[in-house]
């Protein structure tokens, strides 16, 4: 595309004028434009400009100065913005849409509300409920910010520059002030920095006072039942049920700090968000990667559920469904997270977080979650998916198990500039029974991949490098517990570390800790492999099947539900520190968590099972999934 004329602008007006002064509405849809084809000169003299359609281009910025200061309606839709700054230029706005635009997240809308006094629609919709949240949020931080303030003036030095010490406010407000979920936290920061800086300029450079003068205390934060009150019935917990404090059992060696208790109830998957619905079963939750990936510490606090025909995105702190994808006539059993590196069309590299989500339809979705459409479509097997994972060492590659007794390892491949994927099929791996949980092995997860079954244990050869492209299992890993007539089902399999695995489903009433690499060293050229057993977890003596265990490595923890709806915590890094032999008897968990009963008009529901506990990587925050159409999220003490 090249530069904008005013010929071409007086094309594309409507109606069609003769002089740029007196264009009203313009449409620039569907150029190429990219922002250095706005030229601030030209576009300044349109003085009259009511209405701009700049959708379907590939704008990154908004650039300063396009002096369209009569602006009514602006339309951004489909292209490449990454910050809403530019749009406070236009401060008569009152109709805006920014669809499409990949990089833009709900702190953006938050940011427009209130750039935008006039604003009063945004992609269609009403703003005073954003308008409001932002509001909220700002009387919290001003609190906030105020309180530090105090603080920050009273350990003062006279020394200081005063100057610089406005700047020093400046930048500790916005690194130290923290408040709402972590999705807000781009709005959050900004917001804290114009307050900070107003603050500054309203009040001076701040300046020591000797000795300091008694102050007001902090403003309290808020009770957390005191913010879930104001939003809307579909995204609170449930606040009906009553809060109980799980119980902990001395296992003599467990983490002193390890506590976790009942936050939210959630019945965000309920049929017409319906609160008498508990029957939808719930059957998968993944926790989204960190933005603060690599950095010590980092854990997200956003988590991914699925059951029914939708899937959810809730932020733990809050309980807020931030994300909803619903499709009709599916029914979700897995859902899983990668974060892809992709590029943007003036060539600058962006990380995003993408969600596949399977289940009935033997179909995976690939989910932009930010901007809440499917960007891909996999016709991935003939019957339903059971499980998915993404491979941990490469970001596009994707397994999927099915109730076709196959497990298929996909390249979902980086997305076009519509951010449409084409995947393709590397391998097919035949199984002789159901796969129900996948696991790529820790320490080489682009050479094996494990998957409890219905009929055990058994391990893939997945290297790219080796013939052929449909493979039979290559060993069978057996337990000593496990007998002819007893079943030999493994229905929970993850990694505790590198190389530690925790199994579940062979013998009732324990979970296995067994050693991979001992195991892989003592295989031979044997089909099937007796497992090196490490140390036995005492869990639910149920004969019920299908509840799926997980784990923190980096937390050394365990976790498993149970037919009675709790939550089995087991802290095992004690267990693999010592030294062999272990004790023979299980080990007790550490906690269990329990949480109570919902009630259907009036009744307690008979049967709730928890099939499914996640935490995320630092154990701040755990999500269970229940039969009862429960999401309970708990968070640690």
Not at 49 to 78: K, M, Y
Not at 182 to 195: A, G, N, P, Y
Not at 524 to 532: D, E, H, Q
């Amino acid at each position: 595309m090249a530069p904008l004329t005013p010929r071409l602008l007086m094309l594309r007006c409507r109606p069609k004028c003769d002089r740029l002064s007196k264009i009203r509405i313009l449409d620039l849809s569907g150029l190429e434009l990219l922002s250095e084809h706005l030229e601030p000169k030209l576009l300044s003299r349109l003085t009259q400009l009511r209405e701009l359609d700049l959708s379907n281009n590939q704008l990154e910025t908004l650039p300063a100065g396009l002096g369209l200061g009569h602006l009514r309606v602006l339309r951004c839709a489909n292209n490449q913005l990454a910050d809403v700054g530019g749009l406070s230029q236009f401060p008569q706005l009152q109709e805006l849409s920014l669809e499409g635009n990949p990089f833009l997240t709900v702190s953006d809308n938050l940011k427009v509300s209130l750039l935008l006094p006039n604003l009063q629609k945004i992609n269609g919709k009403d703003t005073a409920a954003t308008y409001a949240q932002a509001q909220s949020l700002s009387r919290e931080l001003t609190s906030r910010v105020t309180a530090h303030w105090e603080k920050f003036v009273a350990e003062l030095s006279p020394e200081e520059a005063l100057e610089q010490a406005g700047a020093d406010f400046v930048s500790s407000a916005v690194r130290d002030v923290q408040y709402g979920p972590e999705s807000l936290r781009d709005f959050t920061q900004w917001r804290v920095r114009m307050i900070a800086e107003e603050l500054v300029i309203s009040r001076g450079p701040p300046k020591a006072s000797a000795p300091p003068e008694p102050r007001a205390h902090m403003t309290p934060q808020k009770r957390l039942d005191d913010v879930l009150l104001n939003l809307s019935p579909s995204k609170r917990a449930c606040t009906s049920l009553v809060q109980t404090e799980g119980y902990t059992l001395d296992t003599g060696g467990g983490q002193a700090g390890l506590r976790l208790e009942p936050l939210h109830f959630l019945q965000c998957h309920s049929k017409n968000n319906s609160p008498e619905d508990f029957s939808t079963q719930l059957w998968a939750c993944a926790f989204e990667p960190s933005e603060d990936e690599g950095q010590a510490g980092a854990s997200s606090q956003t988590v991914a559920t699925c059951g029914g025909e939708a899937v959810c995105v809730i932020d733990c702190q809050t309980g807020m469904v931030l994300h909803k994808y619903k499709a009709p006539g599916e029914e979700f059993f897995s859902v899983a997270w990668t974060t892809l590196t992709v590029l943007t069309q003036a060539g600058h590299k962006r990380r995003w977080n993408v969600l596949a989500a399977a289940g009935l339809r033997g179909l995976v979705r690939l989910l932009h979650v930010r901007a809440g459409f499917c960007c891909g479509l996999i016709r991935a097997h003939k019957k339903a998916v059971a499980t998915l994972c993404f491979s941990p060492s490469r970001e596009t590659h994707l397994f999927t198990a099915s109730y076709d007794k196959r497990i298929i390892l996909w390249d979902i491949g980086a997305p076009n500039q519509d951010y449409e994927f084409q995947a393709s099929l590397l391998l097919m791996l035949d199984s002789a029974s159901i796969p129900l949980r996948l696991c790529p092995v820790a320490s080489c997860p682009d050479s094996y991949l494990l998957a409890g079954c219905e009929g055990g244990c058994c391990c893939w050869d997945v290297r790219l490098d080796q013939p052929p492209k449909r493979r039979a299992c290559e060993v069978e890993f057996v337990f000593p517990e496990g007998t002819d007539s007893a079943p030999r089902r493994v229905d929970g399999l993850a990694f505790v570390n590198e190389d530690v695995v925790a199994s579940k489903g062979s013998s009732l009433g324990t979970i296995c800790l067994w050693s991979w690499s001992q195991t892989w060293v003592a295989r031979g050229s044997r089909a099937a492999v007796p497992v090196v057993i490490l140390a036995r977890l005492q869990w639910s003596p149920t004969p019920l099947a299908y509840f799926s265990l997980s784990a923190c490595p980096g937390e050394g923890v365990v976790l498993c539900g149970d037919e009675e709806g709790r939550v089995w915590v087991y802290d095992v890094g004690h267990l693999l520190a010592q030294p062999q032999p272990l004790p023979a008897a299980p080990q007790a968990p550490t906690q269990v968590l329990e949480w109570p009963q919902p009630r259907s008009q009036g009744q307690p529901v008979t049967k709730t099972m928890v099939n499914t506990a996640v935490a995320n990587p630092s154990l701040s925050y755990l999500t269970a999934l229940t039969d009862s159409n429960i999401v309970v999220i708990w968070k640690r003490h």
